[in-house]
């Protein structure tokens, strides 16, 4: 990446020297205009398409190079951003707390457009520096004054820009969500569309998505009228700049102390320069719609981060609660050839455990102990609300806000997937960054299973949804293994 980057930069620096060269093709092309010099006109002709012949293709190879930068970055930060986003979670506890909106916009369409924008910024930005330098000098030696006419009307245009079109960003900002949100609610139609249409509710999902458009038309509108007064000037300031640099040499030309292909020259630097002055002025805003994206992706990355407090369980005088997995001795006993049954040994202990709601810190269980020993059916019963799914969830592992101990008791001390643990040593699993991870493994490696209220159905084959969630590891599995491995899928499985 550093060297296509690298690559980019060359190309950019290519081409700048390009213009200037071109700069003074066409000064020395229209002088023989002037001087109704044919031969030499010919001649510089010649030059001019010998020049595109070279030229075009930098152009071309610069912006090639730039687009397939961006669209690696983009596969780069996607992975990074998506790896964060299942780490410890975070997609569930995000979901579950309703920490921010929309995230899948945040990595679909927020990422495209940093990565795009940022790349050409910032190849704007070193162009523009390049041509500073290299057009002032011409500039400078055609005609002082035209420069500093130059400087004031770049940075007044600046100035007023920036006044104009200052509530843009949060414009910008507030589109981005809005738009997003009614994209949601379309889509919560599609996966709904059978239990909206049970309850006959069309006309009240129709009433709450025009709602959600509404919102966004108010907006658009709002930032339509901004970006009208903006272009009002912007238009202005870009037309005026085609005969300002020759009205100011003009008087010049007249009085025969220059020809006439200087002024040209001048008008090509004068625009030069000016653009590059003026990046803020032409730019502003798609600066305002990149400076919206950055603070979405800011505020998601904050969220992803391993410091961020909104993710991490209260801590006030709450140690959280510790899940483990221990070896125990089998369950069926063998001597002489023959096999005997042993007592019911302890599959799930759980001890001194209370558990809080994540956020809030509401108390839903206190000082609770139980065993659950092999062969034991348990049913959890009790009104709506009281925390039968919450026990569960402290039983997966989703949620850990509270203090006490969960202990899984494995019947073969081969199922424990842990190199590193002796036979009777327990597998201390605290739900954190990547070990959660290993915590799920172990649970399928330990024989538990949770149902999840929804029945939910994978974005995948039927091989995928019957396996799921246990394909991960065959998943990249070449063509050739993948048909060696279907006739014995399910064998010892299912």
Not at 287 to 312: C, H, K, Q, W, Y
Request: hydrophobic fraction near 40%; charge should be neutral; charged fraction near 20%.
């Amino acid at each position: 990446a550093r060297l296509q980057l690298a690559g980019v930069f060359a190309l950019t620096l290519a081409t700048t020297g390009i213009s200037v060269g071109f700069n003074f093709l066409g000064r020395d092309f229209y002088n023989a205009l002037a001087d109704k010099d044919q031969e030499q006109f010919t001649k510089q002709l010649l030059y001019y398409l010998g020049g595109f012949a070279v030229g075009v293709p930098f152009f071309v190879l610069r912006d090639y190079a730039r687009e397939t930068l961006s669209l690696r970055w983009r596969s780069w930060m996607t992975s990074y951003y998506m790896k964060r986003y299942f780490k410890n979670r975070t997609f569930y506890k995000i979901q579950s707390q309703s920490l921010i909106d929309n995230p899948d916009q945040r990595i679909n369409d927020d990422l495209s457009a940093f990565t795009g924008t940022a790349l050409a910024f910032s190849l704007t930005l070193l162009n523009a520096v390049v041509d500073l330098v290299s057009f002032s000098n011409i500039l400078y030696g055609i005609y002082p004054p035209l420069f500093v006419v130059l400087i004031v009307y770049s940075l007044g245009g600046t100035a007023i820009s920036v006044f104009l079109g200052k509530s843009l960003v949060n414009l910008n900002f507030m589109q981005e969500k809005k738009e997003a949100d009614f994209r949601y609610g379309l889509v919560r139609v599609r996966e709904n569309a059978e239990s909206i249409a049970f309850y006959g509710g069309e006309e009240n999902e129709l009433q709450l998505l025009l709602d959600r458009f509404r919102r966004a038309y108010q907006n658009l509108s709002e930032l339509l009228i901004a970006s009208r007064n903006l272009e009002f000037f912007t238009n202005g300031y870009r037309y005026l700049i085609q005969i300002l640099p020759a009205a100011v040499v003009a008087p010049m030309f007249f009085a025969g102390k220059i020809e006439f292909g200087v002024i040209n020259q001048s008008v090509s630097a004068f625009n030069h320069i000016l653009s590059d002055f003026s990046l803020i002025v032409f730019q502003f805003q798609s600066i305002s719609a990149f400076s919206a994206v950055i603070d979405r992706l800011g505020e998601f990355d904050d969220l992803l981060g391993e410091n961020g407090s909104s993710l991490s369980p209260r801590r006030d005088s709450i140690d959280g609660i510790n899940i483990s997995f221990k070896s125990g001795s089998p369950s069926v006993l063998s001597s002489n050839g023959s096999q005997m049954q042993s007592e019911p040994g302890i599959v799930l202990e759980i001890c001194d455990l209370t558990l809080l709601t994540p956020r809030g810190g509401n108390i839903l269980i206190t000082d609770f102990n139980m065993e659950l020993k092999d062969k034991d059916h348990l049913l959890v019963m009790g009104p709506s609300g009281c925390g039968k799914t919450s026990l569960l969830r402290a039983l997966a592992g989703l949620w850990t806000s509270g203090t006490g101990d969960i202990i899984y008791h494995a019947r073969d001390s081969r199922q424990l997937q842990t190199a590193t643990l002796g036979s009777n040593e327990p597998s201390n699993i605290k739900p954190e960054g990547e070990e959660l991870l290993q915590s799920s493994k172990q649970r399928r490696d330990n024989g538990i299973f949770f149902v999840p209220q929804r029945p939910y159905m994978v974005l995948g084959t039927l091989r995928q949804q019957l396996l799921y969630p246990t394909w991960t590891a065959n998943i990249h599995q070449s063509p050739t293994n993948d048909a060696q491995s279907k006739g014995n899928l399910f064998h010892g499985r299912y």
